[in-house]
C-alpha cells in the first residue's frame, strides 16, 4: 500500500546535495520512503493521497537531549531565576517524589509536544531514580510507543551523593548495571528503522564513582551501544573540575576514556579552543541546548566552530525544567537567534540549523535510516502548513521560513516509520485531552508529596 504526498509546494530533503524539490511528490511505501519526483502520481494508482499544495515536506526533526519527565517540574518559581547548580538542590529536592506514573506523564508530555512541533526522533536521559522504584524507562517506553515517536531512552546513573545530588537518588554499581542491562536486552532493538535504542548515560561523570565509569564502558561496550551525558555545561562545572582534578571537564573526559564514536554530549559550552579540535579528533557528539543554556545563564556552545571542524552535532530541548517546553521549532529558532547574536554576521544560516536539527541528530545517534529524505531512508516526515496568514508574505524561502518564523502551528502532519502520528496538528495515536488530564494530576501530586520537604514549593501548588 502507497500513501502518496502530491504536488508539495517544497520538499526539503537535507540530502548531501541538500535537494529541494519544487511542486512535486514523495510516495511512502510502508515505514519507507519509495521514490521522491515530479508527477508520480501515475505511477501509484491505487496509492493514498495526501494533497501537498500550501506545505513545505521534510525530514522529521531528531532530538538529541531531553529530560521528559521534567516536563512535570517546570514553571516553578522557587527554582526560577537561578544558575544551575542552585537550580539543581531545588529540583533534586523534587526528584526524590519520582514515581513510574511521573516517568509515564512526563514522556506523553514531554514526547507529546515534541511530535506537534514536527519531531519524530527524541533521546531521553533518566538519571533521577529514587532508591528503591523500579520500572522508569518501562513506563517512558511503553508512553512513547503507545504515541508513536522513535525513541532513545538513556539509562541514567548516580553514583554518588554531593552536596547536590541527595542520597536518596544514588543506587549502587551492581543494581544501576543491572537495570542497564535488563533494560538493553529488553528493547534494544539494533535493526534497521529500529523504534527504541537504549543507552547508558552517567549524568555528569566528573562526579560519578570511576568504578561506575568503567562498568558504564564495559556494558556499552558488551552491547555496543552508545553512552550520553553532560559536559562542560557551566562556569561552576569548570572551576570545580579545575579545581579538584586540575583540568578542564574536556581533558578530564579525555584522560578517563569517555570522549569518542560511542560518546554524546549535552550542552558543550565551555571548550578551549583546542579542544575543539579534541571533540573532532575523538568524533564525539554534542547536543547543543540553546534554550536551556539561556534559561540558565550557561554561556552559548560554539557552534560555528564546532560545524567548521566537522564535529558531529544535533539540537536538542533538554529538560522541560530547564527549557520550560519541549518545542523543537522554538528550539530550531532560538538557536538560529543565539549563534548569530553571540558569534556574529554570517556565524550559521537557517540551513545550517536545520541540519543540526535533522542530519546533525542522526549522525549524533549513530542512526542511517533517518535525518534525510530519499529512497530507502524511513518515512519519518513532516508536513508543514505555510498557507496561512501568520505566514502570508514570507514564503519567499521555505527553510527561512521553518527556522526563523517558524512555530507549532506550522505543522499539520507528520509520518514516523510511514504511520501518520500528528494529523491537523493533533496526535492521532492517544487522547490528548485524557493525557494532559493525567499528567496534570500526577505532576501535582508529586510537588505535593515534594512541599513537605521543599520550602516555599506549597506556595507553587496553592489550588
Ligand atoms: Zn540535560
Not at 264 to 292: Q, R, W
Request: aromatic share 8%; glycine share 8%; proline share 3%.
Amino acid at each position: 500500500m502507497y500513501t502518496i504526498i502530491q504536488n508539495a509546494d517544497w520538499i526539503i530533503t537535507m540530502d548531501e546535495k541538500r535537494t529541494r524539490w519544487k511542486h512535486s511528490d514523495v510516495v511512502i511505501e510502508g515505514k519507507e520512503i519509495k521514490e521522491i519526483g515530479k508527477n508520480l502520481a501515475g505511477k501509484y494508482p491505487d496509492a493514498k493521497v495526501i494533497d501537498g499544495k500550501g506545505k513545505l515536506v521534510l525530514p522529521g526533526f531528531v532530538n538529541v537531549h531531553h529530560h521528559t519527565w521534567q516536563s512535570l517540574v517546570r514553571n516553578i518559581n522557587v527554582a526560577n531565576g537561578l544558575k544551575l547548580e542552585p537550580w539543581l538542590k531545588v529540583v533534586y529536592e523534587i526528584f526524590k517524589e519520582i514515581n513510574t506514573d511521573v516517568a509515564r506523564a512526563g514522556a506523553y508530555a514531554g514526547l507529546g509536544e515534541l511530535l506537534q512541533t514536527g519531531c519524530t526522533t527524541s533521546n531521553d536521559l533518566f538519571y533521577a531514580h529514587p532508591v528503591g522504584v523500579e520500572k522508569l524507562i518501562d513506563a517512558e517506553i511503553e508512553a512513547a510507543a503507545e504515541m508513536g515517536i522513535r525513541f532513545h531512552p538513556n539509562r541514567g546513573v548516580h553514583s554518588k551523593a554531593s552536596n547536590i545530588v541527595p542520597p536518596e537518588l544514588v543506587g549502587s554499581t551492581e543494581v544501576v548495571m543491572a537495570d542497564a542491562e535488563r533494560l538493553i536486552r529488553k528493547y534494544h532493538d539494533t535493526s534497521r528503522f529500529s523504534m527504541c535504542r537504549v543507552g547508558i548515560a552517567p549524568n555528569m561523570p566528573q562526579y560519578e564513582t570511576l568504578e561506575i565509569l568503567e562498568e558504564s564502558k564495559k556494558l556499552a561496550e558488551k552491547y555496543d551501544v552508545l553512552i550520553h551525558g553532560h559536559l562542560a555545561e557551566s562556569v561552576y562545572e569548570t572551576k570545580y573540575t579545575l579545581d579538584t582534578f586540575g583540568c578542564t571537564p574536556a581533558r578530564w573526559f579525555e584522560k578517563h576514556g569517555l570522549l569518542g564514536d560511542r560518546f554524546y554530549y549535552a550542552h558543550v559550552v565551555h571548550l578551549e579552543d583546542d579542544e575543539i579540535e579534541l571533540m573532532k579528533e575523538t568524533n564525539t557528539g554534542v547536543a547543543h541546548c540553546p534554550i536551556s543554556n539561556m534559561f540558565l545563564n550557561s554561556g552559548v556552545c560554539r557552534i560555528p566552530d564546532l560545524m567548521k571542524a566537522g564535529v558531529r552535532v544535533g539540537l536538542g530541548v533538554d529538560g522541560a525544567a530547564s527549557s520550560n517546553s519541549s518545542n523543537m521549532l522554538q528550539e530550531i529558532r532560538s538557536a538560529y537567534l543565539v549563534n548569530r547574536l553571540t558569534w556574529g554576521d554570517n556565524a550559521v544560516s537557517a540551513e545550517d540549523i536545520l541540519y543540526l536539527a535533522t542530519v546533525g541528530g542522526a549522525q549524533v545517534l549513530h542512526r542511517d535510516d533517518i535525518g534525510y529524505l530519499a529512497p530507502q531512508m524511513a518515512a519519518d516526515i513532516t508536513i508543514m502548513d505555510w498557507d496561512q496568514l501568520q505566514y502570508a508574505g514570507g514564503q519567499n524561502d521555505p527553510v527561512d521560513c521553518i527556522v526563523l518564523s517558524g512555530e507549532s502551528k506550522l505543522v499539520d502532519k507528520v509520518f514516523v516509520n510511514g504511520e501518520l502520528v500528528v494529523d491537523g496538528g493533533r496526535l492521532t495515536k492517544v487522547d490528548e485531552q485524557q493525557k494532559a488530564r493525567f499528567v496534570n494530576d500526577v505532576g501535582k501530586a508529586m510537588l505535593r508529596r515534594a512541599s513537605t520537604h521543599l520550602e516555599g514549593l506549597e506556595k507553587d501548588i496553592e489550588d
